[in-house]
């Protein structure tokens, strides 16, 4: 059985975990800073768990209507490196997005797991960047199809992201 990888709101008392982690990348939080980060903005931290174990977490608090800020992304060491994907229900099937991983050899077995228990009859949609040829045969190999094409435009360099670890974009929307 494949295992069960989740994201949602953390609980304040789950604030701890993230505090633990930062204490332990040496940031050295203070002793009674969660209550007063977490009174900041309830909604804004997010934790990740893997078979309801947590593993890592993110904040995005919201300052107003005006300012916001990303902190805490942090994930235990032993799932560092491994890939990460998500999937979501969208207006016509399934969307697989971010699809992130070093090689195929973890990209194809996380692609297929989180199809897992999606009908035959469900389409699976996965923007892969063509750049990434390993990312294009993967897809092939697994039966899928293009159906339209974009192009990524740059007015000067394009920024140093590794694109051999993307398998697939978070979105059109968003990249």
Known sequence: M?????IRTM???ELNFAMDLAAREGWNPGLHDAASFYAADPGGFLISLLDDVP???ISAVRYGDGFGFLGFYIVVPEHRGRGYGAIRRCREGWKIGP???DHRGIAE???LALCH???DDEPVYLDVPEVNTEAVRLAADLGMHEVFGTARMYRRDPPEIATDRIFGVTSFELG
């Open 109 to 111: 077995p996380l692609l």
């Open 11 to 13: 609980r304040r008392d």
């Open 99 to 101: 699809l992130f991983a």
């Open 117 to 119: 228990g999606i009908a």
């Open 2 to 6: 494949a295992a069960r990888y989740q």
């Open 55 to 57: 593993i890592g977490c």
